[in-house]
């Protein structure tokens, strides 16, 4: 089983910035990719932004060129750096983690953290 925690999320303002960590422990065998979604208000949970164990980096159309995701998958940790914010980024953001376990394939979640802009 693996755990993640995430921290870094709270109230922002106007074009400003925030960065969310997102720590996991626990084992498995082998990672695949670790991300971030976000569930907005009344919306279905989407992709921010996610990075593959060979270092293939994704966004979403919304984020690009404001979020920048890093991680070290063989620490099981991920970050987001959130910048220039706007209302519609008020979301709770979770960690996610895609690995394999024999014998299948397996999906962890964090429990999210809030960020919320603020004008």
């Known amino acids: 089983q693996v755990q993640l925690v995430e921290s870094g999320g709270g109230l922002v303002q106007s074009g400003g910035s925030l960065r969310l960590s997102c720590a996991g422990s626990?084992?498995?065998?082998?990672?695949?990719?670790m991300g971030w979604y976000r569930q907005g208000a009344e919306k279905q949970r989407e992709l921010v932004a996610s990075?593959?164990?060979?270092?293939?980096?994704e966004y979403a159309d919304s984020v690009k060129g404001r979020f920048n995701i890093s991680g070290d998958l063989r620490k099981k940790s991920v970050d987001l750096q959130l910048n220039a914010l706007k209302p519609e980024d008020t979301a709770v953001y979770s960690c996610?983690?895609?690995?394999?376990?024999?014998?299948?394939?397996?999906?962890?979640w964090g429990q999210g953290t809030q960020v919320t802009f603020s004008s």
């Open positions: 990075v593959t164990r060979g270092g293939s980096e």
């Open positions: 626990g084992c498995i065998a082998s990672i695949n990719e």
């Open positions: 996610h983690l895609a690995g394999y376990d024999w014998p299948r394939a397996r999906n962890f």
